[in-house]
Each structure stands twice: as C-alpha cells, then as structure tokens.
C-alpha cells in the first residue's frame, strides 16, 4: 500500500542507535524554539466610535510534506522532514501528509520513520517525484488534497509544484543550492573550501563562491578546494559543480564585495570576516546569514534553528524562508459601528460611483436610513 503503516514509524525509532535518536531530538527541540519565535498573533483596534477592525491568525486544514529521498530514497533529507513538519506543528495544522521516495525494495529509510515517530506524524505515503505532488495536491483515491505543500525537490518535483501553486499554496520555487561567502584576510581557506564544498556535494548544479579582497586567501582557498575534494565520496559531483557552478571572486575591497553579494542574493551568505556583525546591516538579500568562523551552513542546515527550506537563484530579493507563516492565513476582520457606518456613508457611495458601481453606493446609503 501507498500509506506506511501505523505501526512502522514506532518500529523504525526502536530499530535505530540512541545517540542517533539524541541527534534528532535535539535538532527537532532546537527548531521548535526558533519557530515558536516566529507566531503571529490575533490583533484588534478599537476606535473611539465603537468600531472593531483587525486581523485573525488561522492555520491552513492540511499541510503535504515532500521529504527528498534522493538516490532512489537512500540518502532521506531527515532535515527536511523536521524543517517542514515542525513549523506546520507550530502553527497549529491539524493535519500533516508526509510523501517521500521509497526505496528500491519498496521500504522507506528508517531514519525518516523514526523522526516521524518522535514528531507524532502518522500519515506517511511511499510516493515520491512529480506525482506525489499531484496527489497532495488533487487528491486520490486513498490520498486527501492538501491546502499547502512545502518542501524540496529535484527538478521534476519543483516544476510539479509550480504547476499547481493556485491550486494549493506551496512554500516557494527553488532551485540548486547555493553558498555564497565573504571572506577577508582574517579567515581559514581551509575553513572556506571544507565549507563550499559541503554546497557543492549537493548537486552538480550546486554553486559555491567566495568573494574576497585579499588575494594570498584566495589562492589559497583553490589550493585547499583541491585538496580537500579529492578525498570526498562524492568527488565526481563536487567537481562538476566547482568547474560550472563555482568560483573563487578577488575583489577590489570589502564594499564591492558586499555590493556583488547583494547582487546575486544567495541561499546562504557565510561572511567570514574580522567583524560580520558590521557587514550585516549592509546585507540586505540573502536567504540566511552565517556570521563568524563557527557558523557554517551545515550548523543551520542541520542544527541551530533557524529553517533550511530558502529561496535560490536570486529570489531572496523577495523571497523569504519557510516559516510558521508559510502554513497560517490572515483573516481581516471588520465590525462597523452604527454611528462610523451613518458617518462613511457619502463618501463610500461617492468613491463607488466614481467607479460606476451604483449597487455599492445604495448599500452603504440604506445604512442612513
């Protein structure tokens, strides 16, 4: 059958090592603090005549989660699960849909089930690529539609998702994903390559840069790329993404480094610099900010809070990452006095006849009456 069975996640937690067990724990409690940060909330204004106007924060019914399994579903995206579930738990979305790849034998990696156990997700599904979008979001026989699909995929996967967004909501379009780091004189090169190579074992499509204004860095962060990719089990892919995708930029100074980045608006933006902290009000398009040498990416990807599911390809110029806000619609909410309803009256009936909608106008002036 296409859904997992009730009793499997259970089964797969107790199949599994504690200390890895630990390790979802604490990156799921970690997460959960961040997004619990993030909760909008109901508001309410009163005016003076009796007027009551706000806004209703409501989660969505039916949330879908698509967990990657990539590699016909023996490397599962635990992360993904846990970046997407979590913050549709926090919302309050009474309903969760996982969907990830199965494996060649037909069985999902345990460790997925397993953090679908500790979450309490109970509806999972074998089906992974383009179709699984599908069905969350039409519905199927034994599949219910959803009201918002999150989560990342390969190419198949995003263009589903593109091609019902309206039909449903969905978190965003993302592409390959991309590093972008800015470094000066006072950073590790070999800190920088092992960090840009953890992008580049992503994809052959991934992007890792470093933009820098000191040059002995930069020589020396393509002797360490060298170095260290070599050694990697995912050498091929590595290297195809560092040949097309993947530069190490020297730089005139800091500020036109600052000024590229910006440009190209990156996933993550790692700046590895003597003081971050005074380039960040300057950063203004990056999906996340890594500030600092013990910042590196994967500690966000993984770990530190803060989601991983993050706009690409330059999107972050208006794009935002998934969030609490991704799975809650807001609701405004009008409750008209009598006297603001007499006293609007004219001049709602003016501006709909401005508009020739004279049905509009005679609404409010019956008001008067």
Same mark, same amino acid.
């Given at each position: 059958p296409?859904r ?7 089964q ?13 724990? *604490? @990156? ?9 940060a *993030? ?16 806004q ?14 990539g590699?016909g579903?023996?490397?599962p ?5 846990? +970046?997407?579930?979590?913050? #549709?738990?926090? #919302?309050?979305?009474s ?31 074998? +089906?992974?690529?383009?179709w ?14 959803v009201?918002v ?22 978190? +965003? ?16 090169? @070999?800190?920088?390559?092992?960090? +840009?190579?953890? *992008?580049?074992e ?29 050694a990697?089990?995912? =050498? ?6 560092? =040949?097309?995708w ?8 800091m ?5 590229? =980045?910006?440009?190209? =608006? ?13 380039l ?35 999107t ?18 009008i ?12 001049a ?20 008067? *009456?």
């Amino acid at each position: 059958p296409l859904r997992v069975s009730p009793e499997a996640p259970e089964q797969a937690a107790e199949s599994l090592p504690s200390e890895s067990l630990d390790c979802i724990r *604490q @990156a799921a409690d970690n997460i959960r603090a961040f997004h619990e940060a *993030q909760k909008d909330r109901s508001w309410f204004l009163t005016r003076d005549d009796g007027t009551i106007l706000g806004q209703k924060i409501s989660p969505v019914d039916r949330a879908g989660l698509y967990v990657p399994g990539g590699r016909g579903g023996d490397t599962p995206r635990i992360s993904s699960l846990l +970046m997407t579930a979590i913050p #549709a738990q926090v #919302a309050g979305v009474s309903e969760i849909a996982v969907v990830t790849p199965p494996r060649a034998d037909g069985t999902l990696n345990p460790h997925i089930l397993a953090a679908a156990h500790l979450l309490g997700i109970r509806e999972i599904y074998r +089906m992974g690529g383009a179709w699984a979008i599908g069905a969350l979001a039409y519905g199927t026989e034994s599949v219910s539609p959803v009201d918002v699909i999150a989560g990342p995929g390969n190419i198949w996967v995003t263009t589903a998702k593109r091609l019902v967004q309206g039909q449903v909501a969905i978190d +965003m379009i993302a592409g390959p994903s991309e590093v972008l780091i800015l470094a000066d004189a006072s950073a590790n090169p @070999a800190w920088i390559a092992a960090d +840009m190579l953890s *992008q580049a074992e992503h994809d052959a499509l991934a992007s890792a840069i470093c933009l820098t204004d000191d040059e002995a860095l930069a020589r020396a962060v393509l002797d360490e790329l060298d170095r260290q990719s070599a050694a990697l089990p995912r =050498a091929d892919i590595v290297r195809k993404s560092l =040949a097309d995708w993947s530069a190490v930029v020297l730089t005139p100074d800091m500020d036109a480094a600052v000024a590229l =980045a910006n440009r190209v =608006a990156p996933e993550h933006l790692e700046v590895l610099t003597a003081d971050p902290w005074a380039l960040l009000p300057r950063i203004r398009h990056a999906g996340a900010a890594f500030l600092g040498p013990y910042s590196p990416e994967p500690l966000g990807d993984y770990f530190a809070g803060p989601n991983h599911v993050l706009p690409t390809l330059g999107t972050a110029r208006f794009s935002s990452a998934l969030s609490v806000q991704t799975f809650c619609k807001r609701t405004s909410v009008i409750a008209a006095s009598r006297a603001f309803a007499a006293a609007s009256a004219d001049a709602v009936a003016r501006l709909a006849r401005m508009e020739r909608l004279e049905a509009h106008a005679r609404s409010m002036e019956c008001r008067k *009456q």
